[in-house]
């Protein structure tokens, strides 16, 4: 019996066999093909081995919270508009002058009073203490080191308006989802000039919350009953409405729904800097917003974040600067990745491009010093892609420096 106990001890048991088939397993080179092939498992690179701004997405990726992630990632429903933003500039084609004197290019502008040193902003985009501790502190400090550049702060940023303001001595703007009452709108208006902002962006294209699918897979995940996604990143809202309610039929609620011309006009006398209107995707908007004394427009669709198969926005620029006819100046976002993404637009007539979610790849991936490089690398793609097409001034790019297949 001692002998009969003593091999039972030794022998292989049940957990020990399935340790070892695990190491097995684990070893097996097959099992890369389990592995994630966005992104180099590896190592995570030094900044400065980073050539190009779509190569500060997969770092990103790497750092941040799966949520975090999808946030900045993701658009509305099937995303057609989405992909359709980066698809577009594959369908405009540039056009080298020939013989130029390219020897001095210069890159300078003024678009409604504020001066930039390149046709370059970043647009207003929520929540960055997702992606830094030190939120859109950090992103206006990268934005004025990297040349000055603006920032279009959103009214739903992390941190109050006024400490973003102080983080940095660049120029900044503040855009608005618009509040269902004037004395509400007021006193985010107050604010927001108080802080230094030198111009008001108010968002037209969200009336209604939109149903981000990848966020509301979030439910699965939360363990939070009623089916609802967590935090307002993963909410379909952003902001400036009212909460969804949960009980509403299909989820569908109000965001902004009051806006309208005649609360857009009774807030204008409390804005004493220039105004403009986001998410302008039609000639007959653009005609609206000249006619009710705006001061500029923002071609945008979101970002392909609020309503699917809505046009890109390089593809309706042409019609909105033909509309407004230089009244006002256009700028423009949407899926801008490089220095000749910003070339097709300005060639297309707008005065300068918003970039959303290059600068918060940057931020997440590598702090502020990532989202300075990042506006850095296309504002030096710019550039180049200026000084090989020919046009040593932005004075002197037109729509001849472009051939269009806009299907």
Not at 8 to 18: E, G
Not at 202 to 208: C, L, N, W
Not at 278 to 305: F, M, P, Q, T, W
Request: glycine share 10%.
């Amino acid at each position: 019996m001692p002998q009969q106990e003593s091999c039972w001890r030794s022998s292989l048991t049940r957990r020990r066999a399935l340790q070892h088939l695990g190491g097995f397993l684990a070893a097996s080179p097959l099992v890369r093909g389990q592995q994630d092939p966005f992104r180099d498992h590896s190592r995570v690179p030094a900044m400065n081995e980073l050539v190009t701004a779509l190569e500060f997405e997969p770092v990103a990726y790497a750092k941040l919270p799966r949520e975090a992630y999808d946030y900045t990632s993701l658009g509305v429903d099937g995303e057609f508009t989405l992909r359709r933003n980066r698809q577009v500039f594959e369908w405009v084609e540039l056009v080298p002058r020939g013989v130029v004197d390219v020897s001095a290019v210069k890159t300078s502008i003024e678009v409604l009073g504020t001066k930039m040193a390149f046709p370059i902003m970043i647009a207003p985009s929520a929540s960055h203490g997702q992606l830094h501790p030190e939120g859109e502190m950090a992103t206006h400090q990268a934005a004025t080191a990297a040349s000055n550049t603006p920032m279009i702060i959103s009214i739903n940023a992390s941190f109050p308006i006024d400490k973003i303001a102080a983080a940095a001595t660049g120029p900044i703007w503040y855009q608005l989802y618009a509040r269902q009452t004037v004395d509400e709108n007021r006193e985010l208006l107050e604010s927001a000039q108080a802080a230094g902002c030198r111009a008001v962006v108010v968002t037209a294209d969200v009336q209604i919350g939109s149903l981000r699918e990848r966020a509301l897979h979030y439910r699965h995940l939360s363990g939070e009953t009623g089916g609802r996604p967590r935090g307002r990143a993963a909410r379909g809202r952003q902001g400036g409405g009212q909460p969804q309610d949960p009980n509403a039929k299909y989820w569908v609620s109000g965001q902004t729904p009051w806006l309208d011309w005649k609360l857009m006009d009774a807030i204008r006398p409390y804005i004493k800097v220039p105004l403009l209107a986001k998410g302008i995707l039609s000639a007959e908007a653009a005609k609206a917003c000249v006619e009710h004394g705006l001061d500029g427009i923002i071609v945008s669709n979101h970002g392909g974040r609020e309503l699917d198969y809505s046009p890109s926005t390089l593809e309706v620029l042409p019609e909105v600067v033909d509309a407004v006819q230089g009244r006002v100046p256009v700028i423009v976002d949407g899926g801008f990745r490089r220095g000749s993404d910003v070339l097709k637009a300005l060639a297309l007539g707008a005065k300068a491009v918003g970039l959303g979610r290059v600068p918060r790849w940057g931020l997440a991936a590598y702090g502020p010093a990532g989202a300075q490089r990042v506006l850095e690398i296309i504002q030096t793609e710019l550039l180049l892609a200026m000084a090989a097409t020919g046009r040593p001034t932005l004075d002197s790019i037109d729509r001849s420096l472009v051939r269009t297949d806009f299907l």
